[in-house]
């Protein structure tokens, strides 16, 4: 009986099964603070890659001096992405109407999947960022 009243009140062990319950939530709260912040810089950065590759598109259009393709728009507007991979062939040019002429307007959209890491510990679907920027060609 004594040795079962010691062990009632033997406290050697507690804190590690405290640590126990607590640390998955400690290590939860941490990814997603990682995740919000990830979120943010990549749309961040979508946001203004297509911006600027909407504002290069209207500033090269067809009376332009340096006119450009639709190509050298969708390159620039990709290496505007800044610290997240995306690739000319992500960017999707529109024009209304279907020309290059002053007063048209030119659509610059980006889609970028991003997985969050906290998609491992619960059901949360992939994320995809996507902006775009519309400008009338000048």
Same mark, same amino acid.
């Given at each position: 009986m004594r040795y079962f009243v010691r062990m009632l009140r033997n406290d050697q062990g507690?804190?590690?099964i405290q640590f126990a319950?607590?640390?998955?939530?400690?290590?939860?709260?941490?990814v997603a603070i990682i995740d919000i912040g990830r979120l943010g810089l990549t749309s961040t950065s979508v946001r203004y890659a297509v911006f600027e590759g909407a504002r290069f598109a209207i500033a090269h259009g067809?009376?332009?001096q340096?006119?450009?393709?639709?190509?050298?728009i969708k390159t620039f507007t990709a290496t505007r992405a800044?610290?997240?991979?995306?690739?000319? !062939?992500? #960017?999707? =040019? *529109?024009? %209304?109407?279907?020309?290059?002429?002053?007063? !048209?307007? #030119?659509? =610059? *959209?980006? %889609?970028?999947?991003?997985?969050?890491f906290a998609e491992g510990f619960t059901p949360?679907?992939?994320?995809?960022?996507t902006r775009s920027a519309t400008m009338t060609v000048f």
């Open positions: 507690v804190s590690a319950f607590v640390a998955p939530m400690l290590v939860f709260l941490t067809a009376n332009s340096d006119p450009k393709t639709d190509d050298e800044i610290g997240i991979p995306v690739q000319a !062939s992500d #960017v999707v =040019i *529109t024009r %209304d109407p279907d020309d290059d002429n002053p007063g !048209s307007k #030119v659509t =610059i *959209t980006l %889609d970028v999947p991003l997985n969050l949360l679907a992939p994320t995809t960022i």
